[in-house]
């Protein structure tokens, strides 16, 4: 379905938006329905998908955009359907749409100028059918698409790509691995595909099939779009805005019918820019998510004079065992609900918070990463084997890594990954066991000794306390970097921490001491003592 042509919705704030929602919401629905049953969304992503999709598809349409610029004949752009591995990399870039379009314009249009909002969608290579994709061997009946539409992309690939299988072959190891890049600028698109995977279990409720549902979504969107830079009645504003899941659909669809559209409607709704970010998804009480959840939750309040929770349309716990297999499309599909499990994870938060996907635009977008797995390549280096020249260290620090011992062992864990933060944390609790002793046994000596130096222990005494004192307030810093959307994202820390940390690093930035780098070498603070060892 392409946005430019859907017919208008007539119900109420539908004009706001370039397409119907509603429809698009019921063939985006659909379109996760067909990856999830034939084996896409239901496993970890793949490199050798990431490069079919980097290297392969988006020159593909690139060149099939040149050539329709280039016609002197027909000039109505022939439209491209992927395969289903590259279809499900290309939704989820899409999903963050300023950062695939800063991607795609560094990549492929490099004369483009900054500003000029009439060709910022012509230049943003959008999907012509966002919720299209080929099957192997279903030429004939393909999802959501043309056949003569699916013919022409299979032949246009065979034409530039003469050795390579349209479809992915999933017994061949990729050959270029190592020269693929895992983030397009910036960008961690494996990060983002394995957190999209679970979207579809979320948005799968009886009430998701219901018209009237997804037409309230609208609206509920339409004000959601609406309350962007809105403050509370104190002043304050929720540091970004988290949607129901009945909001995200709707959101997700947007984005996804068009960029060009999608920047238009928020432009002329708000004024401003809205992305959109997956990447924080901790639903710990009083974590960054939750709290912001609680603020957009007060703000609908005061602003809209109702509820925000949506009955049908709120959080479902994280998906069971069986939603990982492809058969469970099949019934989602057919409209057959099984009840959901009392003992998912974060059961207790069922149909009370929203979902995990936020509403700003970041900073500095160049830098916005989010946490890597780390069983993607180069997050974990294992150790070396131990010198047997004491003068020799086998495992020397390395730049972005901490080393320890986590849950592959001893090795060198990439910064990118939560668990090099939670090697620190054990390091952290090692470290301030080490200074409790120490001043245990100072305080001893205070009184088994005659020593005239009392003063001295004193200090001493002080000088562990504070040491002590330091490394708490450190692993505090550590678990709200746990917490938050990134390694570089902005932490939480209460504002009392924060001006305990500047008293101590004079000269320093405000987020200094949230940088890993820090964190890694200088934990400790004043006290000298850095966390970084190695089992050379």
């Not at 695939?100 to 492929?108: D, L, Q």
């Amino acid at each position: 379905m392409s946005c430019s042509n859907a017919s208008k919705s007539s119900t109420s704030k539908s004009s706001n938006f370039s397409c119907d929602l509603v429809e698009g919401a019921k063939l985006h629905r659909l379109f996760l329905q067909t990856l999830h049953q034939h084996d896409i969304t239901t496993k970890r992503p793949n490199v050798e998908s990431l490069r079919r999709y980097s290297k392969l598809w988006l020159p593909l349409i690139h060149h099939n955009y040149l050539d329709t610029k280039n016609a002197t004949g027909n000039l109505e752009r022939r439209r491209l359907i992927p395969p289903p591995d590259v279809a499900w990399m290309w939704h989820c870039h899409r999903l963050a749409p300023y950062r695939y379009a800063k991607h795609i314009r560094e990549t492929y249009f490099q004369g483009y100028q900054k500003g000029d909002t009439k060709s910022e969608g012509m230049l943003i290579l959008d999907a012509d059918l966002p919720f299209s994709v080929q099957l192997d061997g279903n030429l004939e009946n393909p999802t959501l698409a043309d056949h003569n539409d699916c013919a022409y992309t299979l032949q246009l690939w065979t034409d530039m790509y003469p050795q390579e299988s349209f479809f992915l072959n999933e017994t061949v190891e990729s050959v270029e691995r190592a020269e693929t890049n895992l983030c397009l600028t910036g960008f961690d698109i494996l990060g983002s595909c394995e957190r999209q995977a679970t979207f579809l279990w979320q948005v799968s409720g009886e009430r998701f099939r219901c018209d009237h549902f997804l037409q309230e979504g609208v609206q509920n969107y339409y004000n959601f779009v609406s309350l962007m830079g809105t403050a509370l009645s104190d002043g304050s504003s929720p540091k970004f805005l988290v949607p129901t899941y009945q909001i995200d659909l709707i959101w997700h669809t947007h984005i996804l019918s068009s960029f060009a559209l999608y920047h238009a409607d928020c432009m002329r709704i708000n004024g401003r820019t809205l992305e959109h970010d997956d990447s924080l998804n901790d639903r710990v009480e009083g974590g960054t998510l939750d709290v912001n959840f609680r603020a957009t939750t007060e703000l609908w309040k005061q602003i809209y004079g109702m509820e925000y929770k949506i009955e049908g349309g709120m959080y479902r716990g994280e998906p069971p065992d069986g939603y990982y297999n492809p058969e469970w499309a099949v019934h989602s599909k057919d409209g057959t609900y099984q009840p959901i499990p009392a003992d998912l994870p974060y059961a207790h938060l069922i149909g009370i918070v929203g979902a995990s996907s936020t509403g700003v635009l970041p900073k500095n977008e160049s830098e916005k990463v989010g946490w890597k797995s780390i069983d993607q390549l180069d997050m974990f280096l294992p150790a070396n084997p131990k010198s047997t020249d004491r003068r020799t260290n086998a495992n020397e620090e390395k730049k972005f890594y901490f080393f320890g011992k986590g849950d592959k062992g001893w090795g060198y864990y990439h910064f990118h990954t939560r668990e090099a933060y939670n090697v620190m944390t054990t390091r952290i609790d090692s470290h301030i066991k080490i200074e409790q002793g120490k001043q245990r046994g100072m305080r001893c000596m205070t009184v088994c000794t005659c020593c005239l130096c009392l003063p001295c222990l004193c200090h001493g005494i002080k000088k562990k306390g504070k040491a002590i004192a330091e490394l708490k307030d450190l692993k505090i810093v550590v678990e709200g970097r746990l917490r938050s959307a990134g390694p570089v994202s902005d932490v939480d820390l209460p504002d009392a921490l924060r001006e305990r940390f500047r008293g101590r690093n004079k000269g320093t930035t405000d987020n200094y001491y949230c940088d890993p780098s820090y964190i890694a070498y200088n934990g400790g603070g004043g006290c000298g003592m850095g966390l970084y060892t190695t089992n050379g």
